[in-house]
Antibody, heavy 119, light 107 residues
């Protein structure tokens, strides 16, 4: 069974940093592109970043470039999102998702981890 | 960036109703469109990919159609477990974008 389990969310002050992790199991992690998606409270889904199966290349939403870094450790079946210079509008539930094999749709999602940026 | 709009944004329907949701793209995206269902406090669930292919395990009352700039998601006979928010997503080009969602509520 495919499972994606996020961790690392929490309360952080504006300007702070946080690192999210996504533990993958039940599939050959190293064969799939992976994504991060976020959803602010009461708002819609916003794609954040994608990483190729090998770890490169990566691509980001323009508004996040330079502050967020997506990475992966295929030996540990783990996806990460390093978030720096956090702002109040980064407050959201962050989901990791697997890119589907044919159309790169998001065929499996984690349960999400809440990041709250507030003083 | 490719913008997606959905209509309606809110829909009130009864069990057994046929429901249609439309997603429009600001430019052509061929068939690179997916549909997701999301219930409160839960992660989205993939329903349709490639505009019309039903994801494994998704009931056959769900169907998708369209290509280019106009797409539809149809639920042939609404069931109690279908009350949720439905979002489209374009996978044609980066940045990947989602529609704003359509909330389907109980009449």
């Amino acid at each position: 069974e495919v499972q994606l389990v996020e961790s690392g969310g929490g309360l952080v002050q504006p300007g702070g940093s946080l690192r999210l992790s996504c533990a993958a199991s039940g599939f050959t992690f190293s064969s799939y592109w992976m994504h991060w998606v976020r959803q602010a409270p009461g708002k819609g889904l916003v794609w954040v970043a994608r990483i190729h199966s090998d770890g490169y290349p990566t691509i980001y939403a323009d508004s996040l470039k330079g502050r967020f870094t997506i990475s992966r450790d295929n030996a540990k079946n783990t996806l990460s999102l390093q978030m720096n210079s956090l702002r109040a509008d980064d407050t959201a539930v962050y989901y990791c998702a697997r890119g589907g094999p044919l159309w790169n749709d998001f065929d499996y999602w984690g349960q999400g981890t809440l990041v709250t940026v507030s003083s | 960036d490719i913008q997606l709009t959905q209509s309606p944004s809110f829909l009130s329907a009864s069990v057994g109703d046929r429901v249609t949701i439309t997603c429009r793209a600001s430019q052509g995206i061929s068939s690179y469109l997916a549909w997701y269902q999301q219930k409160p406090g839960k992660a989205p669930k993939l329903l349709i990919y490639g505009a019309s292919t039903l994801q494994s395990g998704v009931p056959s009352r769900f169907s998708g159609s369209g290509s280019g700039t106009e797409f539809t998601l149809t639920i042939s006979s609404l069931q109690p477990e279908d009350f949720a928010t439905y979002s489209c997503q374009q996978l044609n080009s980066y940045p990947l974008t989602f529609g704003p969602g359509t909330k389907v509520d109980i009449k």
